[in-house]
């Protein structure tokens, strides 16, 4: 409820009351009291539209949001992280995927059927879903081509809307199937996309469904500060999106690494050079913006040591108890 709306509901000496006195306690208790007034008005409010719903009127529509996540970070469901489905592919022709299965860590299933998907589609995603955040899924989103390339750090030049549209088309003409922890989307990843005719911005509609994606320790926020940095470099931000939605990452065969990011280097000693290149990029990165990351192969074992996030401590700590408990 907006603050006008209180006018006529809550009583006038109470909006516009005085502090009394030279201290700041009597007014503290004043705000106090009507911060506790316009609550109780506001629960009355709803229980009175709840009960006046009656059989034949409209019901209030539920509102079906993305998280509010802050404009440093971009959340990503983690099986787009966890898989191949965004790969670390060359440039060039794309294969057709039809139906396939795409490599993903266990606990992950996705079936996909579109043209393979890339870092960049992953960017043109992510700033979709960081402007839609805003609104209700399911909504159209009015959005200029100028507004989504200074999201994603890049100029408004007509290359860069055409790479833009290009991405966008790939995005809607998709199919996927996929199935993380107990949550499941079948679905493209853009419902609508059209272009309006007189301002000749996008608009932009979102299957309602994608907030089970979106759920409770299901998605990570990335930091938008070292993926801009990486730009350009596919593998590198790869491996950012994979260990920054793992807590405390354990430690994993390069060629695993390699495969899950959907790498089509066909040469293991080219693949392994390439790999440890990304992760220099991915620490260079990561330190420049005060995020400490760094690596150490050992055989054939990547092993990385990173600072977990707020939400990712909170899970650890969590995680912990429940050990402790089961053990006592």
């Not at 081509?145 to 290359?159: F, V």
């Not at 993926?227 to 430690?251: C, E, I, N, V």
């Not at 790498?263 to 330190?287: W, Y």
Request: charged share 25%; glycine share 8%.
């Amino acid at each position: 409820m907006a603050f006008d709306d209180l006018r006529g509901i809550v009583p006038a000496p109470v909006l516009g009351r005085r502090p009394t006195g030279a201290g700041g306690e009597s007014e503290r208790h004043s705000v106090d009291a009507l911060v506790a007034r316009v609550a109780e008005l506001q629960k009355k409010h709803r229980e009175r539209l709840a009960r006046e719903k009656l059989p034949g009127a409209p019901l209030l529509r539920d509102v079906v949001q993305l998280p509010h996540w802050p404009d440093f970070v971009r959340g990503v469901p983690n099986g787009f992280l966890r898989s191949a489905l965004f790969g670390a592919i060359a440039k060039g022709r794309r294969r057709h995927m039809s139906g396939e299965r795409v490599t993903t860590l266990d606990g992950l299933t996705i079936i996909y059927t579109g043209e393979r998907l890339d870092q960049g589609d992953l960017d043109v995603l992510e700033s979709l879903l960081h402007t839609v955040r805003l609104q209700a899924l399911g909504v159209a989103c009015s959005v200029t081509s100028y507004a989504l390339l200074k999201l994603m750090g890049k100029t408004d030049t007509g290359k860069n809307r055409r790479v833009l549209h290009t991405c966008i088309t790939r995005l809607k003409a998709n199919a996927i199937e996929i199935k993380q922890d107990k949550w499941s989307y079948i679905g493209g990843l853009i419902d609508k996309a059209y272009k309006d005719s007189d301002t000749l911005g996008w608009v932009i509609v979102l299957n309602p469904e994608l907030h089970t994606l979106f759920a409770a320790d299901q998605f990570t926020l990335i930091d938008w500060n070292v993926r801009r940095a990486l730009t350009g470099k596919s593998l590198a931000q790869w491996l950012h999106g994979f260990y920054a939605s793992h807590a405390k990452p354990y430690p994993m065969r390069m060629e695993t690494l390699l495969t899950l990011a959907g790498s089509e280097d066909e040469s293991p000693s080219s693949g392994r050079q390439t790999l440890r290149k990304a992760l220099d990029a991915l620490t260079a990165a990561s330190e420049a913006h005060g995020q400490p990351f760094s690596y150490d192969i050992r055989g054939d074992l990547v092993h990385v040591d990173k600072k977990p996030s707020d939400s990712q401590r909170r899970h650890l700590a969590k995680k912990a108890d429940g050990l402790r408990k089961r053990h006592l």
